[in-house]
């Protein structure tokens, strides 16, 4: 199992543009999460889903959409990116509420 | 969401000492996590606990969770140079709510 991957690992963009952080799991997980990591902020949640169809927001969703139409795939979108949301962006995934989550190598996004 | 505060947020020791990091929450947890990140990688699952009053330990690790499940720490004895990274609690529901973090620097 590749457990938890992200793409790309490294991203350079320009006030304005959008992209997508890609997200992809191979354990069948139901759950999934984005979080954003900034330094002396600890993780923050952006995005989480409960399943396929199903998604919700965190403590910090403004500027990311999501969507879960499978059960493996979770991407991230930047809509118009800013200069607030360079940052270290983690996904994870977890077999079942309450269980230990497995998180992806990370994504490191700057914002020029 | 449930509110985690970590403290201390720095902890430099020397090889050898002991080194504890503690988590509060101003509700009661349905359980905690803890998770450590080395620099430059991601956050590792190291434990989970659900029982008031519970005590874990994992070799020089010791984790506890409060008779309120309000609390929890985490005691590293004999701190090694491995041990370096940012140690997390975090309050597990659907998705996590982490702590800040207590970065450990353990200098040889």
């Known amino acids: 199992n590749a457990g938890v991957t992200q793409t790309p690992k490294f991203q350079v963009l320009k006030t304005g543009q959008s992209m997508t952080l890609q997200c992809a799991q191979d354990?069948?997980?139901?759950?999934m999460s984005w979080y954003r990591q900034d330094p002396g902020m600890g993780l923050r949640l952006i995005h989480y889903?409960?399943?396929?169809?199903?998604?919700d927001q965190g403590e910090v969703p403004n500027g990311y959409n999501v969507s879960r139409s499978t059960t493996e795939d979770f991407p991230l979108r930047l809509l118009s990116a800013a200069p607030s949301q360079t940052s270290v962006y983690f996904c994870?995934?977890?077999?079942?509420?309450?269980?230990?989550?497995?998180f992806g190598p990370g994504t490191r996004l700057t914002v020029l | 969401g449930q509110q985690v505060m970590q403290i201390p947020q720095y902890q430099h020791v020397q090889e050898g000492e002991d080194f504890t990091t503690y988590c509060n929450s101003s509700t009661t947890l349905s359980n905690i996590q803890w998770y450590k990140q080395r620099p430059g990688g991601h956050p590792v699952f190291l434990i989970q606990l659900v029982k008031s009053g519970e005590v874990k330990k994992q070799k020089r690790l010791t984790f506890q969770f409060g008779e309120a499940k309000k609390n929890s720490s985490l005691h590293i004895t004999a701190t090694q140079t491995t041990d370096v990274g940012t140690y997390f609690c975090?309050?597990?529901?659907?998705?996590?709510?982490f702590g800040k973090g207590t970065s450990l620097l353990v200098t040889p």
């Open positions: 994870a995934s977890t077999r079942r509420n309450l269980d230990e989550q497995f």
């Open positions: 354990m069948n997980h139901e759950y």
């Open positions: 889903s409960v399943g396929a169809g199903i998604t």
């Open positions: 975090a309050a597990s529901g659907y998705a996590l709510n």
